[in-house]
């Protein structure tokens, strides 16, 4: 079965440098959720989008910005990096149903990030 | 979102039932239980969820006790790569709700 895509699964930056990082959701999946991990922590939910719209926000810095595409896929652009933003980052998905009392969010494998 | 209490940590030898319990005793009518794991550095991944009954399928049981006051995940016959963190979420479904991840329970299976 598909499952979510994320690109690129590694990537060292420098500080003060910008980033992008792409998420392809599972076919007919229309809602897309960021998280972070930083080191030994759990995963923290950064924001979330539903047919395109940002739905929900968490802890998202001001300097990370995302947004869902007409294909559904999904960009995280992280700009000025400082060295705390180091983390695995995950994409996960959650399908169309016909009534949305239950959403299962299935998870991509992560980009793991390394700001120098 | 109700929170959950699960404990730190847990060992189960190879091949038998690991049993996993959280606290969920602040939960509301129409909150689910969720459970996921995360393998080392993995995308967390779904195992179950169930809203007052017992669910099962092909990964684990869900036990909900019949005050929806806590459940327990059963993994009938566990293996080493059953090895994880374990979260238990309880979520209010509606559009796009996040997952709050508490600290989970670390599973050691032994062989």
């Known amino acids: 079965a598909a499952g979510v895509i994320q690109s690129p699964r590694h990537l060292i930056k420098e500080k003060r440098e910008t980033a992008t990082l792409k998420c392809y959701p599972i076919?007919?999946?229309?809602?897309v959720y960021w998280y972070q991990q930083g080191p030994g922590q759990d995963p923290q939910f950064l924001i979330s989008?539903?047919?395109?719209?940002?739905?929900d926000k968490g802890s998202i810095p001001d300097r990370f910005s995302a947004q869902q595409f007409s294909d559904y896929h999904s960009e995280l652009n992280m700009s000025s990096l400082e060295l705390g933003d180091s983390a695995l980052y995950f994409c996960a998905s959650s399908p169309l149903t016909a009534w949305r009392a239950e959403e299962t969010q299935y998870f991509g494998p992560g980009t793991r990030l390394l700001v120098l | 979102d109700a929170k959950t209490t699960q404990p730190t940590s847990m060992d189960c030898a190879e091949g038998r039932a690991a049993n996993l319990p959280c606290n969920h005793s602040?939960?509301?009518?129409?909150?689910?239980v969720y459970w996921y794991r995360q393998i080392h550095s993995q995308g967390p991944q779904y195992i179950i969820h169930g809203l007052k009954n017992n669910e099962t399928n092909e990964m684990a049981s869900l036990i909900i006790t019949e005050d929806r006051k806590s459940s327990t995940l059963i993994l009938p016959h566990a293996t080493l790569r059953d090895t994880a963190v374990y979260y238990c979420i309880v979520l209010l479904s509606g559009s796009a709700r996040q997952l709050t991840f508490g600290s989970g329970t670390q599973l050691t299976v032994l062989p």
């Open positions: 989008f539903y047919e395109k719209m940002q739905s």
């Open positions: 602040t939960i509301s009518g129409n909150e689910y």
């Open positions: 076919p007919r999946h229309d809602t």
